[in-house]
């Protein structure tokens, strides 16, 4: 059962263009939500995270917008460059009896063309 | 540098021959996490360590072993690999289960079983 369900795949997107990435889950016990770059050959690596008593969160080019009561969350990445070209994961972090646990999305291959 | 190791990065095995992983951590973390990664399922979490002598099965530890006799060591043991084992494993660590700094992932192990 996939805990975070993560849209889409793959997005091909111009430079200088917005990436919308988005995340939903089901379960309530998450207390944190991190969203990781990934380059090939390389590890993920954390890029923003967000706590759901917070609606949004601003980081240079890449905002997180939460809404807790539609348990969904998304990556926008702003003004694109070639350089953002990755694969993103979007994840959730357990508490209580899955404390620690990061639950992760399957992954959005984003291609940033020229 | 503050860093997870893995090793080795690349390794062809045969069906059924013993093998482990290593994973070290230098940032004195408490929580440490393997993870498998495959085409379209994203990361899944095979063990996890709460902290030494702490472990737990994650969503996929059918064939995996794993120990935590010492904080910074966290390795993986296949005790009988199979083709279905073939993947890109990671290793992670984060200072501890409610701790906002994400994990710390290291730079993967690209498993082959023949």
């Known amino acids: 059962q996939q805990q975070v369900k993560q849209s889409p795949q793959s997005l091909i997107v111009q430079k200088g263009g917005i990436s919308i990435i988005n995340c939903a889950y089901e379960?309530?016990?998450?207390?944190?939500f991190p969203w990781y770059q990934q380059f090939p050959g390389k590890g993920p690596a954390l890029l923003i995270a967000?706590?759901?008593?917070?609606s949004e969160k601003k980081e240079g080019r890449f905002t997180i917008s939460f809404n807790k009561s539609a348990k969904q969350f998304s990556l926008h990445i702003m003004d694109s460059q070639p350089g953002d070209s990755a694969t993103y994961f979007c994840?959730?972090?357990?508490?209580?009896?899955?404390?620690?646990?990061?639950?992760f999305g399957r992954g959005t291959q984003l291609t940033v063309w020229p | 540098e503050a860093q997870v190791t893995q090793n080795p990065r690349y390794l062809i095995t045969v069906t059924g021959k013993k093998l482990t992983v290593t994973c070290s951590q230098n940032?004195?973390?408490?929580?440490m996490s393997w993870y498998r990664q495959d085409p379209g399922l994203g990361l899944r979490q095979i063990y996890y360590?709460?902290?030494?002598?702490?472990?737990d099965k994650g969503d996929v530890p059918e064939g995996y072993k794993v120990s935590r006799k010492e904080k910074r060591n966290f390795p993986l043991i296949l005790e009988s690999p199979s083709p279905n084992q073939t993947s890109l494993y990671f290793c992670?660590?984060?200072?501890?289960?409610?701790?906002?700094?994400?994990?710390?992932f290291g730079s993967g192990t690209r498993l082959t079983v023949v």
């Open positions: 360590s709460m902290n030494v002598e702490v472990t």
């Open positions: 379960n309530t016990a998450f207390d944190y």
């Open positions: 992670a660590s984060s200072p501890d289960g409610r701790a906002n700094y994400g994990y710390t």
């Open positions: 940032m004195n973390h408490e929580y």
């Open positions: 967000i706590r759901p008593d917070v």
């Open positions: 994840a959730a972090r357990g508490r209580g009896s899955t404390l620690g646990r990061l639950y």
